[in-house]
Structure formats: C-alpha cells, structure tokens
C-alpha cells in the first residue's frame, strides 16, 4: 500500500516520540513491502514562533493533501502561565480538528499484563480492564461562542451541540461495541445540563438500530467514580467533547502511566492519529518521554487502513517491550535508563525479526 503520511510533531517532547512512530513505520514499511511517505510541518507553539500561526496554511494543506497526519503533541509553559495570550499553540490543534471535521476520537485503554502493578490502582481492579473511549471532538464548549466582558470580570464560553453532531460520533461508538462486548455507556450531566439531555435522547432513539447493544447511563461525576472503583463495567464510552477529554486522562491511570495512550481522530474524509499525552515540557530533548502512545498511535492509523497484520506486529512489539522493561523511567522505575529512542530501536528491531528467538 502507498500512503503519504503528514507528520506534525508539534511541541515539547512532540518530535522525539513521533520520531520513534516513523521509524516503527519504517520498519513495517519495508517489513509488508508498503511505501510510506513522511512529509513534516508545523504546529502549534512552534508554529507560532517560526510563522506567527498556531496552524499556518501549508500546515493545513498539507494535511488535506496526505492520507493520513502523525500528530506529536501541542502546548508551552510560556502560554499556559499567560492568561491574556491571544494566540496559543492549542489553537492550531483545535482547528486541525474542525476543520478536517475529526468529530469521533477514539481512545483505547487496557491495562497490561506486565504493568498490573505499575498503576496505583489494585492489581484486582484493572486486571483484564479493556475500554474504548469514543470521545466528541469538534463541538461542545471547546467550540461555543467564548466572551469576555470589556471590564475582563465576566466570562463565559458556550456549550453547544446538534442532533446530526451526537448522531455521528453515536452510530461510530455504537459500531464498535458490536465488535466488542456489545456494551455503551453515555456518560453525560443530563441531571444539569440541556445539552446532555439532547445526548441521552439521541443515544436512546440511535440505541434501537442496535439491538445486540446494551446501553447505560452515567453522570459523569458518578463516572469519574466509577473509573477508579469497577473500571472492569465499561466496554465503549461515548461521551461529549471536555467529559472525554478529562475522563480518559484519568483512564490512563489503569495503564501506568499517560504515556501508554494512543488515540485516533477521524471523521467522514481525514484522519489523525495523536497520542493522548501532553507536550511534557520538562522532559524535552531529555529522550526520557514514553514513545509507546505515539507508536500505538502509528499501529491505529495501520488499523485504519486495514493493515491489520501490521498493526498486530506493532502492538505485540510494545507488548514484549514492557514485558522485558525496555521502557522510559515512567513505568520503569528499577530500570531508569531506558531512553525514548532505545525503546523504539527495540520495538524497530523486533519488527525487522519478528522469529528471532531471542526476541520471543
Ligand atoms: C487532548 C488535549 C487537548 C484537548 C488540548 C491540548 C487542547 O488535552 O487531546 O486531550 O483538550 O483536547
Ligand atoms: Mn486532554
């Protein structure tokens, strides 16, 4: 297959584990006799210095001209503590997601075998735990009207979202379950909140096109709750944009550690494949980050394309790299000197020998 992926590495600790994502790519490339393309461009808080755009034109172009985007992460300390920014590095990632439509985001979360007891969760609590998120990405009070009163004491921001907007990201989660353990679980504020309460009455009416489903509901304070007490209840998630965003943060605690999580953001005509994690600026150009997210991230853009063989080659690679703790000092304590790129050349080798005995 021939595909040309756009690589957007981004900030912070972005473009040391994409790197790893590309060279695991490479690997699988050459391995499945594909032909991947990598064309790299800018976003976010380096975007803003090199072109004074969070997410310049030949960025976006790009994107719509490849089959797929590799995106790093997003995010500098020198906005975060400047409230009054009016241009910031998430801006570019916002508008990548809207404008490429990636309204369903999908975020895997599972706890290994080998990592029970890396999470400060009880090993009985997360053993066997496999949820998929599916999380809203373009509406929502990330996309609402925002205001700000002139005397700069009033704010607010709009939380809003159409029947068509729930439906889409719906029918997806719902699809997923079918091939899972059949389960949804809405998790919304619908004892609050009108838009939630759209949600719980789109769900429901979607709900009866599949009968193998079984649908649930949840407040979201109650989920948040349940996350940490029986994460084993959940198969599919479908939740709004900001209860996604924050209930899967705190999912990544059943893995060990955030830099476990891969996601895909795909819509009717693109798709992006980011990990979950931040830009972690203080572990930059330290080669310390985990670049696990960002090649379970690379394995979900294959499955996208139904390389399933590859993708399978992928994740059984990070499996025996956590198995032997040829990993970054996050979940690797004892062994504190695996850096972000012998973790990758690991995983590239095994997937150059997949028979070699000394790898199995
Ligand atoms: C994520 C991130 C982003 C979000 C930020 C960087 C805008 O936290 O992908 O989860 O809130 O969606
Ligand atoms: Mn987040």
């Known amino acids: 297959m021939k595909l040309q992926i756009a690589v957007l590495p981004g900030d912070g600790i972005g473009p040391e584990v994409t790197n790893q994502a590309i060279k695991v790519l490479k690997a699988i490339a050459s391995e499945f006799d594909h032909t991947f393309k990598f064309k790299t461009a800018d976003v976010g808080a380096v975007a803003i210095d090199n072109h004074n755009n969070p997410l310049p034109d030949a960025t976006l172009k790009l994107c719509k001209s490849s089959d797929a985007i590799l995106f790093g992460a997003i995010g500098h300390p020198k906005y975060d503590n400047d409230p009054s920014a009016k241009v910031r590095p998430e801006q570019g990632l916002l508008k990548l997601r809207k404008e490429l439509e990636l309204f369903a985001n999908i975020r895997p979360v599972?706890?290994?075998?080998?990592?029970?007891?890396?999470?400060?969760?009880?090993?009985?609590?997360?053993?066997?735990?496999?949820?998929?998120?599916?999380r809203e990405l373009t509406g929502g009070i990330y996309f609402g009207k925002k205001e700000l009163s002139e005397d700069g004491n009033v704010a607010s921001d709009l939380c809003e979202y159409s029947r068509?907007?729930?439906?889409?990201?719906?029918?997806?989660?719902?699809?997923?379950?079918?091939?899972?353990?059949?389960?949804?679980?809405?998790?919304?504020?619908?004892?609050?909140?009108?838009t939630s309460r759209l949600w719980r009455r789109v769900v429901t009416e979607i709900a009866k096109q599949y009968g193998d489903v079984e649908l649930d509901f949840l407040f979201v304070d109650n989920a948040a709750m349940q996350m940490i007490l029986n994460p084993k209840q959940f198969d599919v998630i479908l939740t709004e944009n900001m209860f996604g965003d924050i209930i899967s943060d705190e999912a990544s605690v059943i893995g060990g550690s955030i830099g476990l999580l891969a996601s895909a953001s795909v819509g009717k005509k693109y798709a992006m494949f980011e990990p979950v994690h931040g830009s972690f600026p203080q572990a930059t150009n330290k080669n310390i980050a985990n670049p696990v997210a960002s090649i379970l991230s690379a394995a979900m853009l294959l499955e996208h394309f139904e390389l399933f063989s590859e993708a399978q080659l992928v994740k059984l690679a990070v499996e025996k790299s956590l198995k032997l703790h040829i990993s970054t000092p996050d979940i690797n304590s004892k062994y504190d000197n695996v850096s972000t790129s012998k973790v990758g050349d690991f995983i590239e080798d095994f997937i150059n020998n997949p028979g070699d005995t000394n790898m199995n």
């Open 110 to 134: 599972k706890a290994y075998e080998s990592l029970l007891d890396k999470s400060p969760l009880k090993r009985h609590i997360i053993k066997g735990v496999d949820i998929s998120i599916y």
């Open 164 to 194: 068509e907007e729930i439906e889409r990201v719906a029918h997806l989660a719902f699809e997923a379950a079918q091939s899972r353990n059949n389960k949804v679980t809405l998790v919304d504020k619908a004892n609050v909140l009108e």
